[in-house]
């Protein structure tokens, strides 16, 4: 892989949505992202959230055993998950913010005013070899405190971004870009790798993807609900060819 590559995550979250709402076994998220895996996914992606409202704790066990990717684990600063967390060791684990009203994570981590605590929640998960990273706004303060708490990565929410562009509200979609390229380069100045994610679709994966400090896209409602019309593998290579093309500066 190229220094330059763009790595693609795939969150496979909705297909147990899909499956919980019958309650049975079917579709299988560990199915999905073996599938994902081989249609050119880097990693795949699971939030355990803790109402376990899609990703339950036998899923997590199942990636863990199946996949040849890295399994990068969502989940909130708890000290139930981060004992989860511990026992697997997975790749990488991505800090997020929960609230049981919201219907997905709504906004980046508030790392800046928890500083000490997810310092101390962190350095265990570090010492165990995970990958830890933060899922924050586009926010220089709660970037620098991410770096200050000892987090390798951060991860930057571009759920705004996908808004407005959805909203067709363009000058409001612009002002976040920038802002999302600006803190980008902000990160890596600091030496923190810069994931991106949330929201992103086709029509608004390419200029998030053409920012030469993001390293990696963790794509997942999109990707499922595209799977309904052209299949999980066309929909995962289709992405991938987006994100690849608008890398090499090659997206008109
Ligand atoms: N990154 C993070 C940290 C997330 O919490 C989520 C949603 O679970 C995603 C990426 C993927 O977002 P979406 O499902 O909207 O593509």
């Not at 992202?33 to 992606?45: C, F, M, N, R, S």
């Not at 863990?64 to 969502?74: C, I, Y």
């Not at 995970?130 to 926010?139: K, N």
């Amino acid at each position: 892989m190229s220094k330059n590559s763009l790595r693609l995550g795939v969150n496979i979250d909705h297909v147990a949505t899909v499956r919980n709402a019958r309650g049975g076994a079917y579709p299988d998220p560990i199915r999905a992202a073996k599938l994902a895996e081989e249609a050119g996914a880097d990693g795949i992606t699971a939030h355990l959230r803790e109402d376990r409202r899609h990703i339950t704790d036998a899923d997590i066990d199942g990636l863990m055993e199946a996949l040849s990717v890295p399994l990068n684990f969502e989940m909130a600063a708890t000290d139930e998950m981060q004992k989860i967390a511990l026992r697997h060791k997975p790749h990488a684990v991505c800090i997020v913010p929960e609230k049981r009203e919201e219907r997905t994570t709504e906004g980046g981590l508030e790392v800046a005013r928890e500083e000490n605590r997810l310092a101390h929640f962190i350095a265990p998960l570090r010492d165990a070899g995970c990958r830890v990273s933060i899922f924050i706004a586009a926010d220089q303060k709660q970037i620098e405190a991410a770096h200050r708490i000892g987090a390798e990565v951060i991860e930057l929410h571009t759920g705004a971004y996908c808004d407005h562009h959805a909203e067709g509200n363009f000058a409001a979609r612009d002002r976040e870009l920038d802002a999302l390229q600006d803190m980008a380069t902000f990160a890596h100045s600091l030496g923190l790798e810069v994931h991106a994610g949330h929201g992103l679709t086709y029509e608004t994966v390419a200029p998030v993807a053409a920012f030469p400090e993001v390293m990696e896209l963790n794509i997942g409602h999109f990707l499922i609900g595209e799977a309904i019309f052209r299949g999980l593998t066309p929909a995962v290579q289709e992405m991938r060819r987006l994100m690849d093309e608008a890398r090499l500066g090659d997206s008109t």
